[in-house]
């Protein structure tokens, strides 16, 4: 599906917005690259800002693409960056200790570019997976990377209205790191707390916003403590003590045993979010429903949005409409 | 029923104290463990009269800790704080043990063959009935007995030995007494102890603690019953009362 | 001696207008201010230390007491304080003892620590109909868990946990022995402690048989006088606190005077009646940190690793190393006591001077264990000068997972911090074991007073997270995002990791 009807959806719901921020992510628009890393990058200024992250590259792997993301002028939006895409070959020798060295190369790069503020910004990471996001209105931002020219098989879309921090391109949703994206609709009121909780095991919160802990949380609980994405959610959302005291024994003690290991992981405060990595969409909600969320289906289709109206817009046909309850993950697997 | 016996080689001390604890628990009476070599905590809070627990080679520290009971026998030496808070039973070390020996007993006995190390007996206290005893057939080093509270305290220096030789003996005691063959040096005496020559009468009422001892570990009862004896008690119940004045 | 009188620290009056001649403070003032005589009262103002139990019990209203009727020429350097302890060691050469916290007017940081509330952006929840959750586990919590997904689409826990402590509310009451208080005040703290769902510190006293029925609300303390500690004691309890240290006297020990040691203390102490109780300044079986492994495993073989074990230490200048050494240990909680917490009778050099203040050393903690990744082997439990339900959101904020409160407690018995608790006379049959006083404390009373304290402040907790948008406890702890500096400096600003009101 290429990025025209994603644009279309997204645009219908510009009331949601401030004009300060939107992207989009395409899973599946690089096959040619898939095997590498895309390091989708924002550079304050290509002359100064460009060198000294390729040397950097240059020591943990090896470049074996590079080019500027093309982009297209719009009077609606400011060009505060020149956005670079490179292909990348982490080289896993330089992590021995590591189980799995190449993610772990990439995660701190990340975490390392993005902390030091160098004019540089490394806003997507996964493979055969590119974000595309700037300062501006849904349709303004996909005019500019001109989202129909990508075909992907799953797409997220976010239109922000900043209120923590301001609208700055690195802070327009989605939010990625590795194959994980994620968008959000609300305010973390935990994020303080989930904040330094995912920082003692070696991330950093460098997007000053509480989406990106979202990512990182993820990351932490499916790909390195082995979670599925339903119990990941569960930690994230946790039924109330006095739903687990009623429970079976046995439910009761996988229940408390979630909270007690990942209490400082519950996410509390008004949220809908949607997580993806390349095979998999989850949506979910806090735990008391405080953001709207809507999924439905069309043939092996899974949508989800904050309005129906706005899955309406790519496809009128779609089926099961619902309201998925307080926590409950909705998930789609993509099945290859 | 017969003894039972552990092979404890290279067996962690959770483990190894668990099968103690099973065993007891299932009524047995005499178990050895053989192979014993660093493992702490053992008879840790075992109860029992009738229970003997013999452990061939070193144990590790707070061996008998908060026992309350059963004896144990230990053929080698014993390391930090046997008898830890033991509440009743009887430990015997044939060897010697290292610092704090006895630490805050409150009941039952430990007999240590040959030396102790540092603060033995410290904090040592009575109660009702329970009077710890600790005996020791060498020589114990400084800052023994010190805020003993009761209970009683014997170094014999069998084989000439001094029975202490270090400072402090005794500090801050209120209670019990401290019993050493010959006299101390006063330099050893710690603040708040005196010293006093042991009287017949008194040494008549340890004689069977002391037959106890040397029938235990076979020694010669002759110089034991025929020494000299000297106790350092309490010069007061309220050692540091005068320290303090109320605001 | 040539110092003469000082004058009067309070001055009682009688207004006899108003006094009906009931004699109620005569009967109950146990310090000796009233007096009969002929058809009037006499008051020796000189006896009073302002514990109020005359004014309190006075039908009419008739008594007034004044605090410092008469004072020293004003001095911002040379206080009456400060005079009267040189004027008290001319005399007597010795150590000054004093009762209650730190008494120096520090600067207190949680009344320079404000809270957060949503407005718009996010929504504050509504306690009155949506669930709040301030259940609190305390003990050693997995790092990660490891799950078995099943074919039948089972997930089945294969992470063992460590034995926690569930309390309803994140609000304990902390050690208090008997023996530094009655028996009766003893009973009504557990007796509100079980029936609220937390818990209570037995303190370093040993357990009254009289307390049995409450056990399972009850954590044994083990301190370096082992005092009623054996194997059954350690048994009976919910839990097992290892006490190194304390906040109104750290690095020394504590002298229970044999005069307080009666038939009844001497019992549940496991010491003769009349002696001393002498709590030494370390353990003598722990001079280092291994050493303190050693005791935590070994009460934990003691009772079959069914208990959890708390260490306790006073708030120092390194207490977040400490308390990492302490997470590694074994150790399931630490209780970091600040330099406002309460004593029976502490040095007053000690009480004034020594330690630092509990938000301090709480954040410095959680940051530490964080930073080194351990955060969720140890339970943080903060202790020392929690005033009401605010201090203890924002101790929480900082980090903690749980409160001990002491003197609050008192209060909600009638306390009035008059701070002569060493004088063993408190009229309120608190700090006291004399029968008569004691009986003034009804157990059932007080209990009730107590609960409703707790209670009282745990329902103004269930506001405060609610009104910051929080509805699981877990959320708001360690979320110094939800706290602001007002007035507060830089540095202290790091340590707390706060921003300053208006960032």
């Not at chain 1, 209205?161 to 802070?171: I, L, V």
């Not at chain 1, 969409?281 to 999924?295: E, Q, S, Y």
């Not at chain 1, 309005?307 to 307080?326: C, F, H, L, S, Y």
């Not at chain 3, 089945?156 to 028996?183: D, F, R, W």
Request: hydrophobic residues 40%.
């Amino acid at each position: 599906m290429d990025g025209s009807k994603i644009r279309e959806a997204l645009a219908s719901m510009d009331e949601r917005g401030s004009g300060e921020g939107s992207g989009y992510v395409a899973y599946g628009i690089y096959p040619d690259y898939k095997e590498y890393y895309a390091l989708h990058v924002f550079f304050d200024n290509i002359r100064e800002h460009k060198v000294p992250l390729e040397d950097l590259l240059e020591k943990w792997g090896m470049i074996i693409h590079d080019e500027q993301i093309k982009t297209y002028e719009q009077p609606g939006l400011r060009k505060v960056h020149t956005p670079w895409r490179y292909f990348f070959r982490p080289n896993p020798s330089m992590m021995p200790k590591s189980t799995s060295p190449e993610e772990d190369i990439i995660t701190s790069l990340v975490m390392k570019v993005n902390s030091e503020r160098n004019g540089a910004l490394i806003f997507s990471s996964g493979k055969n997976l590119g974000v595309f996001k700037a300062a501006g209105w849904p349709e303004d931002v996909a005019n500019f990377y001109r989202i129909q020219d990508y075909k992907g098989y799953l797409w997220l879309a976010h239109n922000r209205y900043p209120t923590n921090t301001a609208g700055w391109w690195g802070g327009a949703h989605p939010f990625n790191l590795l194959n994980w994206s994620v968008v959000h609709n609300g305010e973390i009121t935990s994020y303080g707390t989930n904040r330094r909780y995912i920082e003692s095991f070696g991330y950093k919160c460098t997007m000053h916003t509480d989406t990106e802990v979202v990512a990182y949380l993820i990351d932490l609980l499916v790909r390195k403590h082995g979670l599925s994405e339903e119990m990941a959610v569960r930690a994230f959302a946790p039924p109330f003590w006095d739903e687990i005291d009623r429970m079976q024994k046995k439910d009761q003690e996988l229940n408390r045993a979630l909270r007690l290991a990942y209490g400082p992981a519950l996410m509390n405060g008004p949220f809908a979010i949607c997580v993806a990595k390349e095979n998999l969409l989850c949506g979910f909600t806090d735990r008391i429903k405080l953001r709207p969320l809507v999924a439905a289906e069309s043939g092996d289709r899974l949508f989800i949005s904050s309005e129906e109206a706005a899955i309406r817009r790519i496809d009128d046909d779609v089926t099961n409409i619902r309201m998925p309850g307080a926590g409950e993950p909705v998930i789609g697997r993509l099945y290859a | 029923m017969g003894e039972v016996r552990i092979n404890a080689k290279d067996m962690p001390y959770q483990v190894l104290n668990q099968r103690v604890r099973a065993l007891v628990a299932s009524g047995e009476k005499d178990i050895i463990l053989d192979n014993v070599l660093g493992q702490r905590f053992i008879g840790d809070g075992i109860r029992g009269d009738d229970v003997t627990i013999t452990v061939n080679g070193v144990p590790g520290g707070d061996l008998a800790m908060f026992m309350s009971g059963p004896t144990v026998i230990v053929h080698g030496n014993a390391d930090h704080a046997p008898g830890n808070t033991m509440d009743n039973g009887k430990v015997v070390i044939h060897g010697s043990a290292g610092d704090a020996v006895a630490h805050s007993m409150r009941g039952g006995r430990v007999y240590v063959r040959d030396n102790i190390g540092y603060r033995g007996g410290i904090n040592m206290k009575e109660y009702q009935t329970k009077r710890p005893i600790l005996v020791v057939g060498g020589s114990a080093r400084a800052f023994l007995g010190e805020y003993m509270a009761g209970g009683l305290v014997i170094v014999l220096g069998t084989d000439g030995v001094a029975p202490v030789s270090g400072r402090g003996v005794g500090s801050g005691i209120h209670g019990g007494e401290i019993i050493v063959r010959g006299r101390i040096d006063n330099t050893c005496l710690g603040g708040g102890a005196e010293q006093k020559k042991l009287t017949e009468d008194e040494k008549k009422a340890i004689r069977p603690i002391l037959e106890d001892f040397v029938r235990t570990f076979t020694i010669d009862p002759d110089p034991v019953f025929s020494a000299e004896y000297s106790k350092i008690v309490p010069a007061s119940k309220r050692p540091f009362a005068s320290k303090y004045t109320w605001e | 001696m040539s110092i003469g009188s000082t004058p009067l620290k309070y001055r009682v009056k009688i207004d006899t207008e108003r006094c009906m001649q009931c004699k109620r403070c005569i009967e109950n003032c146990s310090y000796g201010v009233f007096r009969e005589e002929g058809d009037g009262i006499q008051i020796q103002s000189r006896n009073c230390v302002a514990c109020h139990r005359c004014l309190a019990f006075c039908p009419r209203d008739a008594i007034e007491i004044e605090e410092k009727p008469g004072d020293y020429r004003s001095h911002p350097v040379w206080t009456r304080e400060a005079r009267e302890a040189i004027f008290n060691q001319a005399k007597t050469g010795k150590i000054v003892l004093a009762g209650m916290g730190n008494a120096l007017p520090y600067p207190i940081i949680f009344d320079r620590l404000l809270l957060d509330a949503c407005q718009v952006t996010n929504p504050s929840i509504d306690p009155l109909r949506e669930p709040m959750e301030l259940r609190t586990y305390i003990g050693k919590k997995p790092s990660s868990l490891d799950l078995r997904h099943l074919e039948n689409g089972d997930v089945q826990l294969c992470t063992k946990l460590s034995p926690n402590l569930q309390i309803e509310t994140p609000v304990m009451i902390g050690h208090m022995s008997y023996g530094a208080i009655s028996l009766n005040a003893q009973t009504a703290l557990v007796k509100a402690a079980s029936r609220i769902g937390t818990f209570m510190g037995t303190g370093e006293g040993g357990l009254h048989e009289s307390l049995y029925p409450y056990q399972d609300h009850m954590i044994v303390q083990v301190a370096s006088g082992r005092f009623g500690v054996d194997i059954n004691y350690l048994e009976r309890g919910a839990a097992i606190e290892i006490k190194i240290g304390q906040g109104a006297k750290p690095g020394i020990g504590g002298h229970l005077p044999g005069d307080k040691v009666c038939a009844d203390i001497s019992c549940t102490r496991m010491i003769p009646e009349g002696s001393d109780a002498i709590s030494p300044a370390p353990h003598h079986d722990i001079y280092s940190i291994e050493d303190l492994k050693q005791l935590v495993r070994g009460l934990k073989e003691a009772t079959e690793w069914k208990k959890p074990v708390f260490v306790k230490i006073a708030a120092v200048h390194n207490s977040a190393a400490i308390a990492a050494g302490i997470a590694r240990s074994g150790a399931d909680a630490v209780v970091v006591d600040g330099f406002r917490g309460g004593s029976g009778a502490t040095p007053r050099v000690f009480r004034d001077h020594v330690g630092i203040p509990v938000e301090a050393a709480v954040a410095s903690v959680d940051a530490k264990l964080r930073q080194q990744g351990i955060r969720n082997e140890v339970s943080i439990i903060a202790s020392g000068g929690i005033r009401e339900s605010a201090d203890v959101a924002k101790i929480i904020c900082l980090g903690a997972d749980a409160v001990y409160i002491g003197t609050s407690a008192l209060i909600a018995m009638g306390c009035r911090v008059c701070g002569t608790c060493y004088r063993g006379t408190c009229a309120w049959g608190i700090a006291t074991q004399k029968p008569e006083l004691v009986a003034r404390l009804d157990p059932e009373v007080n209990a009730v007073q107590v609960e409703n304290l707790i209670h009282g402040w745990t329902l103004e907790l269930a506001e405060l997270m609610g009104a910051a948008g929080i509805n699981s406890i877990e959320s708001l702890r360690g979320n110094r995002d939800r706290l602001r500096g007002y007035m507060l400096d830089e540095g202290l600003m790091n340590v707390l990791d706060v921003k300053t009101v208006g960032a």
